[in-house]
């Protein structure tokens, strides 16, 4: 099986091997298209802002790429975010209307949380997720605990497998066809988080 994590510039990528490695499985970092192309499955991990992950995907010529793959993909944290249809996570000093156009794989979008004062933001640490029976999610309880760490957050949907409460309810995995993203970090999750990444070997 050929795996590989789409490199687009920004995300600690290593851990995400790491952590594959962990499980057996060798990944290869690229953002070459014609290297991707030959991948059994693909990995799309993403930190920072979703404006860089959408300017990385352009930088590198990814975009069409994704759109016309095939194979199982996995997107974590922003790499998840970005397979919504927009998101409010603009620059600094962009206009408040403004939105950063993502991929529109699933139909969701991306806002700020809407968190109470007697919560902290980001949104960091351990938190529960409940799922649906998707083969993401084989063998692995509901209310398990998964580490997050972000500020943004995508809509709950018919896209919606698993989610999770912080201030407000929000999507925490998403899948539509090949596609499938978590908002959480497996590769920081200890148990569960190998699991699921083991059901993403395994299961499709």
């Keep these: 099986m050929r795996l590989f994590i789409i490199d687009t510039g920004s995300a600690n990528l290593n851990s995400v091997k790491q952590a594959f490695k962990r499980i057996g499985a060798d990944a290869v970092i690229s953002s070459d298209v014609s290297e991707l192309k030959t991948a059994d499955k693909l990995v ?3 930190v920072g ?3 860089a992950v959408m300017e990385g995907i352009d930088k590198y010529n990814l975009a069409s790429f994704i759109l016309e793959n095939k194979k199982p993909l996995l997107g974590i944290c922003l790499g998840m975010q970005i397979l919504g249809t927009h998101s409010e996570e603009t620059p600094l000093g962009s206009d408040e209307n403004d939105v950063i156009k993502c991929l529109s794989i699933v139909d969701g979008s991306v806002h700020m949380m809407k968190a109470d004062n007697s919560l902290r933001m980001p949104h960091m640490g351990w938190n529960t997720v409940t799922h649906t029976d998707h083969p993401l999610f084989d063998g692995i309880k509901q209310d398990a605990y998964f580490y997050f760490d972000h500020s943004f957050a995508m809509n709950e949907g018919s896209f919606t ?3 999770t409460t ?7 995995a998403v899948a ?5 993203g978590v908002q959480f970090h497996p590769e920081k999750s200890s148990h569960a988080g190998s699991k699921l990444l083991e059901n993403f070997l ?3």
């Design 202 to 204: 395994k299961n499709f």
């Design 176 to 180: 539509k066809d090949n596609f499938m």
């Design 166 to 172: 912080y201030g407000e309810t929000f999507s925490c």
């Design 49 to 51: 802002t979703a404006c």
């Design 44 to 46: 799309l991990p993403g």
């Design 161 to 163: 497998i698993g989610k």
